[in-house]
């Protein structure tokens, strides 16, 4: 096993879950509960939170907001189809080192060698970076749901022992676990032992409350009554039988319109000529518009 | 807690989900850092350790609402009477659900029927959620009839609480008298401490609500609706638990995931429920099957072409070559028998071979029962596939005589209509169970079709244990096909199709 105590000994980073919904909500990430429990768990146990949901839930934000919120430096691998371990662990700097066993002609090869495969020319890429910060990090695996199985393979290897060994070097290993959080959009089954070595969140659509708190606090300017109907609106919008339901960035590029526009209140007519923020399929529009605008049966009974 | 923990992994396990020991580990550990008397919390917990993907979320939510039906802050309100009721106090339980507030067990039981629909009221108007507990617990005591021992789900129960509500009459007066009070500008005036409050609106110029806002105000107590239901549900589940035992109760309501549901006996709900599922089922194996291409699209090396292009760097042979493989997408006719009982696997399976239609040079699809058309081109026209696969059952023409399945007729038909059109590239895909009504199979069009074709393969929803008997002349086309699968279920329909390609 590694040398480092995956599970107890280091200083728990936060006391308790409703804390770390406290400190996500000053850097202005809006949890519930579940949400900021896994995060609080993570942090107990050691262990990389994978973050499985719809577009524009809040994936990648979580990550960043968790590291403003332990003042962290983030540190985001960007995964993509064909990301190997050069671009995602490190690579020699070949160039550099042609140069210098150029400069260096006369000496002998293993003094060159001993040289040349030093740090200096190294080319540290994220996950080493992470492995080796000497401060506190927040690693981002982003999408992870798109790099090929080997490469998902050399992630659990980190993620499993948080070291890295370098034939040339030697090994790193980390001198505090970050914490971790891999995104997936779901595109691919990923292997059962990332998952089974992940903590999973599965992140979906806000509640009502919560999505007027995101709202007031990402929107400028807007006022309470818009944030209230935005996200009723959005709720309401949800509960249909749509091809795509709105995200949060599509509810917040909506209320920022609307303000723009100089709208207080959204009737019908501003619905309907807005509603293309919101929804992506003409069908869907049109559904959304009759519904929005129909006064359904329990409302149009003269119930007084 | 921690027996509690390993019989609740056993039932997850036996409803399909794959728990490691390592994970079954996690929970344990993971549990030992919150408070056990959080319920929520406990529940996050596990899903967290437990749980890693979210087809499989509603299996263990309805596991998990058995297992710890009993913990709770809603369960405590019950008072002294309820804290017994853990398994061996069943009867006891049960038997406060069947009086009319004479089983006299706690002071809840002594309210009227006004006295409950006033509280009812109150509580939506509210959304007190202590106040809905209270509702919920009071309603299933007073009407849902619950006696011990008896086999019945708990929808037979839940059905016979919710008549006796007439929520649709106290939505009607709660969207009335907010609408009332809100165009006589007495809104946001009641409402006691922490009650949730509802949307903000204002009355317009004109004094009244837009149609937009009464909307709002409706779906807000429509969501209220929603929770009061689901927590007769819970309440209801904690009698049946009393009743019969975690373990028993669990193994009731145990249903299949979505990728193991037959397709042949699949409720209006597992249909839904299967529906969402085969959307991210494309997508994965769209992505799945694109990668296995843009892999075997490198062919094998090619020597000559290395060592040609190998002088333009002096003879070094530094860029490998390769052979281009044969571009080799298959051409797809589907032809899928839509009657009655096959139905829902033609869809799926129309759904599913269209949503991957880029992987195959061209598909078409041919309908029948005992008539048959081709809908190929409503699949062009629609902007979805689940919209083209609804229309199709609505536009197709496949009813001959008498709408019964006549594979033989069907199949002639469409020898003589697109056979002609069947050659070395294409792969014939049969659906359906090969139950014709007696007719005659007309076998000799499989034959055809197969000398032809470059594959010609049946798919049937039915066991295999059931192929040959009854009407079903499965066995007739077997022998010219290329081969015959077994298609059950969303899991067996993925892999053939994978297999396909
Ligand atoms: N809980 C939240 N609190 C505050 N803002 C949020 C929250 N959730 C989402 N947002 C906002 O919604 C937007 C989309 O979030 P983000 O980009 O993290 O989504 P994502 O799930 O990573 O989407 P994708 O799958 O497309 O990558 C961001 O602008 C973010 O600020
Ligand atoms: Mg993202």
Known sequence: MSSLDLSSNAEPRFSSVAEVRRDLERVGYFADDGLAGVVYLADRLGKPVLVEGPAGTGKTELAKSVAAMTGARLIRLQCYEGLDESKALYEWNYKKQLLRIQVEQGAGWEEVEENIFSEDFLLTRPLLEAISAPEPVVLLIDEVDRVEIETEALLLEVLSDYQVSIPELGTVVASQIPLVFLTSNNTRELSEALKRRCLFLHLDYPSVERERAIVLAKVPGITDQLADQVARIVRSLRALDLKKHPSISE????????????????????????????LKYRSDIELAAKELAAATSAAAEPGR | MLDVLTGFVAELRRSGLPVSVTEAADAADAIGHLPLEDRQAIKYALGATLVKSSAHWRAFDTAFEVYFSLRGPQFDLVGPAGAEQDGEAAPEGAERGRGEGDAGAGGLEMVSPEELAAMLYRALRDADQSMLGAVARLA?????????????????????????????????????EARARIEAGTAGEDGPDGARPGPILRAGALGRLTALEERLLEDEYRFRIEELRREIEA????????????EALAKSLRKPLPEDVDFMHATRDELVMMRRAIQPLTRKLQARLARKRRHLRRGSLDFRATVRHSLSYGGVPAEPRFRHPRPSKPEIFVVADISGSVAAFARFTLHLV?????????????????????????????????????????????????GHSDYGHALSVFFQRWGGEVGPKTSVLLLGDARSNYHTPESWVVK?????????????????AYWGSGDSIIDHYAQFCDGVYECRNLRQLESFVEHLV
């Not at chain 1, 590029?253 to 923020?277: F, P």
């Not at chain 2, 008896?150 to 007066?173: I, K």
């Not at chain 2, 598909?363 to 689940?386: L, P, Q, Y």
Request: no cysteine; charged share 30%.
């Open chain 2, 448 to 464: 055809e079709l197969g000398q032809r074709a470059r594959h010609v393969y049946w798919l049937n929803p039915e066991p295999e």
């Open chain 2, 235 to 246: 309440e209801i589940r904690r009698r049946l638990v009393a009743d019969r035992g975690a």
């Open chain 2, 140 to 176: 299933v005591a007073r009407f849902a009839g619950m006696e011990p021992g008896r086999p019945v789900g708990g929808t037979y129960y839940l059905y016979r609480t919710l008549r006796n509500l007439d929520l649709e009459g106290v939505l009607a007066r709660l969207v009335g």
């Open chain 1, 251 to 278: 509810t917040l590029d909506w209320a920022r319109t609307l303000v723009l526009l100089g709208i207080e209140s959204v009737d019908e007519e501003t619905a309907r000529s807005t509603l293309h923020l919101l």
């Open chain 2, 354 to 402: 269209h949503a991957i239609s880029s992987q195959f040079s061209k598909v078409r699809s041919f309908v029948f029962i005992d008539g048959i058309d081709e809908v190929t081109e409503i699949f062009e026209r629609s902007e979805t596939v689940t919209e083209a696969v609804h229309r199709v059952n609505q536009e197709a023409d496949v009813v001959w005589v008498d």
